[in-house]
């Protein structure tokens, strides 16, 4: 079976607005169960110790955290003190039901991409699906520098961030690609005319 895409005909436009729309989307939805829970988590009482006002780079922890990229929390005290690497979804942190905002998103992104290009079957759906990875990768880059929190002070110092290589690789590339696939593969075998 032949591919109906070629290269002069990939939904190119098509992929760089719904990964970066699934991105975005995925940062927002997070943004709004944080925000409700903050005060009441871990992460709130971080927040507090190092003069509150991040939200922004707490929000993003968590979304990477959705991705299965954990958090690196450094802490210490006139030269003693340690690292760790954790995440702030699920156990006492917030719902494991995050879990499910980058998949349902990213799947979401490649079936609305084959779907607006019309692909048929599986290798074209795959192709076209998996284009929502450039701009899922460019973001969260951007997303893995910015996220940065650290703070010094009376011989306390106190830094986060979220791992940069499971940042890229995992939440840039390996989560995008597939989700993506998948979700225009079922664009691909789906829809109006299929059986």
């Known amino acids: 079976m032949s591919s109906s895409v070629d290269t002069g005909d990939l939904p190119l436009v098509e992929g760089v607005v719904a990964g970066a729309?699934?991105?975005?989307v995925g940062y927002l939805l997070t943004a709004l169960v944080v925000l409700a829970r903050l005060d009441r988590s871990e992460l709130g009482d971080i927040s507090d110790n190092v003069g509150?006002?991040?939200s922004i780079d707490f929000i993003g922890w968590v979304f990477f955290n959705s991705h299965f990229v954990g958090t690196v929390v450094e802490a210490g005290f006139l030269g003693f003190g340690g690292s760790n690497t954790t995440s702030f979804v699920?156990?006492?942190g917030f719902t494991p039901l995050l879990y499910l905002v980058p998949v349902a998103l990213l799947i979401g992104a490649g079936l609305a991409?084959?779907?607006?290009?019309?692909?048929a079957g599986t290798t074209d759906g795959a192709v076209a699906g998996s284009l929502v990875v450039l701009p899922y990768l460019a973001l969260s880059?951007?997303?893995a520098m910015l996220f940065r929190v650290?703070?010094?002070g009376l011989g306390a110092s106190f830094s986060g961030r979220p791992e940069l290589l499971p940042a890229v690789l995992l939440a840039g590339v390996v989560f995008p690609a597939v989700l993506g696939a998948l979700g225009g593969?079922?664009?691909g075998n789906t829809g109006p005319g299929r059986a």
């Open 21 to 24: 729309a699934a991105w975005i």
């Open 52 to 54: 509150g006002g991040n």
């Open 90 to 92: 699920g156990g006492d």
């Open 113 to 119: 991409v084959g779907r607006a290009r019309g692909v």
């Open 141 to 143: 880059i951007i997303g």
């Open 150 to 152: 650290s703070t010094e």
């Open 185 to 187: 593969i079922v664009a």
